[in-house]
C-alpha cells in the first residue's frame, strides 16, 4: 500500500503582515492615486525619527522619489526602529493639514538594522564633502543627493533615446573589443586574456604573443565612431550609447577613464550647419524633458552648490546658441590676453579655460566651428573653401568646457587613403568610400559633461554611480 505524503506550507510571515494592505512606491503616494482612508504598505530605509508628544514620527525614502514620506506611530503601538535601518510598514493613509498625505502605522518591522556605530560612514541630519561620500561606493546611494543624480541620469538617458527614436535612429550596439584606435592618441587600454598559459598555447608565428588571443593588437574602445559610419552606411541614422575608455594619467574633474559617450551618425548629412542644429535641438529638447520630469531632483542638488533657481539658469533652453567661427573665436581670446593665464596660440587649439572663457563672453553654450586642419583628427573632411581647415564643430557650455565634438566626416577616397594613420587596419573604412559611398556626419556628447553642466556638479565623478580614473578602480 502506498504511502501518502503530506506537505505542511508554512505561513510566510511577510505575506500575513501586507494582507488587505496595497504596495506601493513612495513617488505614487501622491493624492493623484490614492486618498485618505486607503490602506497601503511602503518598504524602504529611515532617514530621520522624531518623537513628539504621543508618537513617533518615521521619514522613510525607497529611492523611488527625492522626497521623504511620513510614518506616524503611536507611542502605544511600542514600536521602535532606528536611521539606516530597512522597514516595511502598514497602515491607513490620513491627510495633514497641509492636504499631504502620511500614514497611520498599524504595523513596522524591521528588516535590516543599521548599526552606526559599527561602521556605517554617514550619520542623520550630517551633510559630507563629495570626497568623502566618493570613497564610500558601496554605500552612497544611501545618500539623497546621489540618489536624486543618478534618478536624474536614468531619465536623461530615457530622453535621449526616446529623442532619437522618434527621429528614426537606429541604436547600434558598438563592440567595446576593438582594433581601432579612434582617436589615434595612444590613450586606449590593451586587452589581453590573463592567462599566460593560454596565450602561449594560440601563438602564431609572427604574431607577438601579447597579440596571440585576436591575431593583432585589440583594445578597449576609445569611440564607435568608426563602426556606427559603417552602420549608416545601410541604415542611414545611426548612435550609440556606451562605455567608452581612455588611457589617461590624468586626475582633473572633467575626466574618466570610463565614461559614456553617446555619438549619432548620420548618412546624406554634408553641412556643418545641419549638424550644428541636430545638436543644439537635441540638447534643449533632453533638457526641457529633465526639467519637465525631473525639476525636483534637479533642484536638491544643484541647491548644493548654487542658489540660483531653475528658470534662470536654463534660460539657454529657448535661446539660440551663438556660432563663431575657430579663427573668430582666436581673436576673441587673443584680444583678452590679459584675462587669461594661460597663453593663446592657434597652433596649439583651446584649453579648457579658453573654452570657458569663450561661454562667458557669449553668455551662453556657444559652438566653434571650423577648425585647423592640422590639429583635428583624419576623418574630418577638408572644407571646400579653405583646404587648411576642415569641416570640424565643438560645443561649449558653463562649467564644463567642450560637450559635443562632431563633424561632417571625409568623403573623398583619395585624401583620406593620403590621412589614414594605418591603410592596413582600416582599409574597410576605404571602403565605405568606395561602393556606394555617402557623406555622413556625426558627433559624441559626453554623458557625464553634459550630467555635470545641468547639476552644477563640480566633480564628474559625482554623476557616474562607480568612477573609474587613475590609481583608482574600487569595486
Known sequence: MASTIYFRFLENPMRNFVRGYRHYRIKDLSTNNCKPGDKVNVKGWVKSIRKMKGNLFVDV????????????????????????????????????????????????????????????????????????????????????????????????????????????????????????????????????????????????????????????????????????????????????????????????????????????????????????????????????????????????????TTERPLEEAFEWTEKPFPRMNYDEAIRVLKANQSKLKSPVDELEGINKEQELFLVDYCKSPVFVCYWPKSIKSFYMRENKQNGQLVDALDLLVPHVGELVGGSVREDNYDRLQRKLPNVDLLQWYLDLRKFGGVTTAGFGLGFERYLSWLLNVHNIKDVIPFPRWAHNCVM
Request: hydrophobic share 35%; with cysteine.
Open 61 to 304: 525614502t525607497d529611492g523611488s522619489d527625492p522626497t521623504n514620506f511620513q510614518l506616524v506611530v503611536n507611542k502605544e503601538k511600542h514600536i521602535d526602529t532606528a536611521y539606516g535601518s530597512s522597514i516595511e510598514a502598514s497602515g491607513t493613509l490620513v491627510a495633514t493639514p497641509k492636504n499631504q498625505l502620511e500614514l497611520q502605522v498599524d504595523n513596522l518591522i524591521e528588516i535590516g538594522k543599521c548599526p552606526l556605530a559599527e561602521g556605517f560612514p554617514f550619520y542623520p541630519k550630517k551633510s559630507y564633502p563629495p570626497e568623502y561620500i566618493r570613497s564610500h561606493l558601496h554605500l552612497r546611494s544611501r545618500v539623497s543627493s546621489m540618489c536624486s543624480t543618478f534618478r536624474l541620469r536614468h531619465e536623461a538617458t530615457r530622453a535621449f533615446n526616446n529623442y532619437l527614436a522618434k527621429d528614426g535612429f537606429v541604436q547600434i550596439h558598438t563592440p567595446i573589443l576593438t582594433s581601432n584606435d579612434c582617436e589615434g592618441a595612444g590613450e586606449a587600454f590593451l586587452v589581453k586574456p590573463s592567462n599566460e598559459t593560454l596565450l602561449k598555447s594560440m601563438m602564431k608565428e609572427g604574431v607577438p604573443v601579447e597579440h596571440a588571443y585576436f591575431d593583432r593588437a585589440t583594445f578597449l574602445t576609445v569611440s564607435g565612431q568608426l563602426h556606427l559610419e559603417a552602420m549608416s552606411h545601410g541604415l542611414g541614422k545611426v548612435y550609440t550609447f556606451g562605455p567608452t575608455f581612455r588611457a589617461e594619467n590624468c586626475k582633473s574633474n572633467i575626466h574618466l577613464s570610463e565614461f559614456y559617450m553617446l555619438e549619432l551618425e548620420e548618412a546624406f548629412m554634408d553641412s556643418l550647419e545641419d549638424l550644428a542644429d541636430r545638436v543644439e535641438d537635441m540638447v534643449k529638447h533632453v533638457t526641457k524633458c529633465l526639467l519637465e520630469k525631473s525639476a525636483p531632483d534637479l533642484s536638491l542638488v544643484r541647491k548644493l
